[in-house]
């Protein structure tokens, strides 16, 4: 008996590394986004930031401007970034673990740029903490308001 391997089995992954480069693709596409969202981390609350400076037509100034006063646009986006932020957190921390995984698994030309974009996810994220505890415009104690 012959046995036939099924196409869509043959690019998963296994205890072994990848055996075909798709399968390596995939896996630096998935590292690229840890890298995406660790800089996207904060933009949740810079576009409800936004949304309030375009409704009160001058930038909000925090324990004036409340978040909870704004009415509109403003407010649902304000609303929305309450949910995002935590979900921005959550898809870094699962693509970084998820990429830091894979980097062992991948032929050592491809773990090496996995492993590199890792480190470089890391260096964003640390830069969107540095940002928030910055906080130019005072947007984020605006946001916590």
């Known amino acids: 008996m012959e046995s036939t391997v099924n196409p869509e089995q043959a690019h998963t992954h296994t205890l072994k590394p990848c055996a075909s480069l798709c399968c390596c693709k995939r896996c630096l596409l998935f590292a ?23 409704q009160l037509g001058h930038a909000p100034r925090p ?9 509109g646009f ?8 309450g ?7 959550g898809l870094f921390f699962a693509a970084s673990s998820v990429t830091f995984m894979w980097g062992f ?36 104690k605006w946001w916590l308001n």
């Open 32 to 54: 690229n986004f840890a890298i995406a969202s660790a800089m996207a981390v904060t933009v949740p609350v810079f576009l409800s930031w936004l949304a309030a400076r375009m």
């Open 74 to 81: 403003a407010a649902f986006v304000h609303d929305a970034s």
């Open 105 to 140: 698994f991948l032929p050592k030309s491809h773990s090496k740029r996995a492993f590199s974009r890792l480190i470089i996810s890391l260096l964003a994220f640390a830069a969107s903490l540095l940002l928030t505890y910055w906080d130019p415009g005072q947007v984020f």
């Open 83 to 89: 949910s995002l932020l935590p979900a921005m957190f």
């Open 63 to 71: 324990a004036v401007d409340a978040p909870t006063q704004l009415h």
